[in-house]
């Protein structure tokens, strides 16, 4: 099985700044694309920010200049930094991979449990 692991939520004030990190652990060949959702409730989740294996990014309008993703290989972790936070920001944020697994032809969709990001005075 793989593991997804999030860290960084928290509480920020707006024009604030968060970094959450996602750690992926377990059994996996190898890691595909990489991103962060994030769903408010009553509401469907959205895709925030999306990384490749090549490192071409892509990012939701209301995000791009203010957010940036990354990721490192080496330690298959992907990182969303957040910068200039609004109230809209706040959500559970979740961390998603797409990954080549043992013993499945087709890569594999993971999940983190999500981390609450909260901004607000």
């Known amino acids: 099985q793989v593991h997804l692991v999030e860290s960084g939520g928290g509480l920020a004030h707006p024009g604030g700044s968060l970094q959450l990190s996602c750690a992926v652990s377990g059994s996996f060949i190898s890691i595909f694309d990489m991103a962060w959702y994030r769903q408010v409730p009553g509401e469907s989740r959205e895709l925030v920010a999306k990384?490749?294996?090549?490192?071409?990014?892509e990012y939701i309008y209301s995000v791009k200049d203010r957010f940036t993703i990354s990721r490192d290989s080496t330690k298959n972790t992907v990182d969303l930094h957040m910068n200039d936070l609004r109230p809209e920001d706040t959500a559970v944020y979740y961390c998603?991979?797409?990954?080549?697994?043992?013993?499945?032809?087709?890569?594999?969709?993971?999940w983190g449990r999500g981390t609450q990001v909260t901004v607000g005075i």
């Open positions: 998603w991979i797409q990954a080549k697994v043992p013993r499945k032809f087709d890569p594999r969709t993971i």
């Open positions: 990384i490749r294996p090549s490192g071409e990014t």
